[in-house]
């Protein structure tokens, strides 16, 4: 099952591109704004978005939202549409009520939900849909009344989780190792010092550790960072030559998101290579995708012996 699965990591690593798309949002110089005036209608916030689902959290809201305040309460019921679900209502979902109130004075309300975290693996991509029951006249036109909610599993974060026996696929080793092999079976360790850091230990090349820090705040932005200035490899390991004072620095890209999932014990980092010399920039080597693994002591054992990582 391993050798699969890093099968098919070879597969994303040879379609891999390093091209970098610039969107332009074009905004018109004579801006136009939107006024409801008396018109009222009701909505979800978001006709599509994703919750987290938490051992400690019971509750996560879907707000519904209407452009204007009333002077008094206002009853609207919420259904669920069975098409296009793949989440189970009282297996992997429950709703509170299917009824909710706009309080007088008020624009909001929120459909409360209950993820069934003991019933969701940490690879699900489950959703479901909701639908306001209210009448016609309160849809707002293009918007509709309904949404979809995409439930997360979302495990608390240990990061013991993130320590020991690790495997290594990098892209920059795939571009420029001169061995051929991109992957390395490396070992972390938890910082001593610095929170929610680890140690990578012969990250890119013998002798040379990085450090990585996890962003634990909020469960729906599990970034994964590493300080600029750490030194990944001397430049000859590598390049054959070198352009600056021989050292390949690393830092998070800052062109790419780097999520960690402490459900599954494995990250994505993007990382920037560059080179200085004695401080000043000669050059970016380029963006690289790297995919972090943690195995067990048993597969790390046997990936020395058989595959001789």
Known sequence: MFQDKYRYMKQILKYITLAFVTVSLLASCHERYVTYSDAEYVMFADTLATYPVQQDVEWFSIPVVSTVTRDYDRTFGVEVIDKGNNAIENHHFRLQSNTIIIKAGENRADVM????????????????????????????????????????????????????????????????????????????????????????????????????????????????????GQVASDEGSFFGQTHGDDKIQVKASPYYDSIYYPCGNYLYIWTEMYVENLGVPVGTVGHFYNIMEWVSDEEAERLKKEEGM
């Open 113 to 228: 939900v209950h993820g069934c975290y003991d019933n969701l693996d940490a690879t699900d991509s489950l959703g479901f849909q909701l639908r306001l029951v209210m009448n016609d006249n309160l849809e707002m036109p293009l918007y509709g009344r309904d949404t979809k909610a995409v439930l997360m599993k979302s495990c608390p974060f240990d990061i013991n989780n993130f320590t020991g026996y690790c495997m290594l696929t990098s892209m920059f080793l795939y571009q420029y190792s001169i061995t051929g092999r991109y992957q390395r079976l490396i070992y972390t360790e938890k910082h001593p010092t610095e929170e929610n850091t680890i140690i990578c230990r012969n990250w890119l090349n013998d002798g040379y550790d990085v450090t990585m820090r996890f962003i634990t705040d909020d469960p729906m932005k599990p970034f994964v960072t590493m300080d600029e």
